[in-house]
């Protein structure tokens, strides 16, 4: 069974920093785009950062360059997202997803998702 997990959510003050982890099991997910989206209250899922197979391509959202960095460790089947300078509007539910080949920030293109883990940010 395929399964993404996520982890490292939770309560931080603005500007503070948290790292999500998401951890791969049942199959390698070495060859895939590996991406992280998040989804507050009463909005649409939105897309926050992508990631290429070998890590040679890196995209994310205007909103949060120079805030946040994708990362992956093939070896571990895990995708990573650092989040520094944390706003009160990057509260959501961050879920991390896979694709087999490059689907930028198409939700629908992505074949794998997590749970989701909430991040809350305080003013």
């Known amino acids: 069974q395929v399964q993404l997990v996520e982890s490292g959510g939770g309560l931080v003050q603005a500007g503070g920093s948290l790292r999500l982890s998401c951890a791969a099991s049942g199959r390698t997910f070495s060859t895939y785009t590996r991406a992280w989206f998040r989804q507050a209250p009463g909005k649409e899922r939105e897309f926050v950062a992508s990631?290429?197979?070998?890590?040679?391509?890196?995209y994310s959202v205007d909103s949060v360059k120079g805030r946040f960095t994708i990362s992956r460790d093939n070896a571990k089947n895990t995708v990573y997202l650092q989040m520094n300078s944390l706003k009160p509007e990057d509260t959501a539910v961050y879920y991390c997803?896979?694709?087999?080949?490059?689907?930028?920030?198409?939700?629908?293109?992505?074949?794998?998702w997590g749970q989701g883990t909430q991040v809350t940010v305080s003013s």
């Open positions: 990631i290429s197979w070998s890590a040679g391509s890196r």
């Open positions: 997803a896979a694709a087999p080949a490059y689907s930028g920030i198409r939700a629908d293109l992505y074949d794998y």
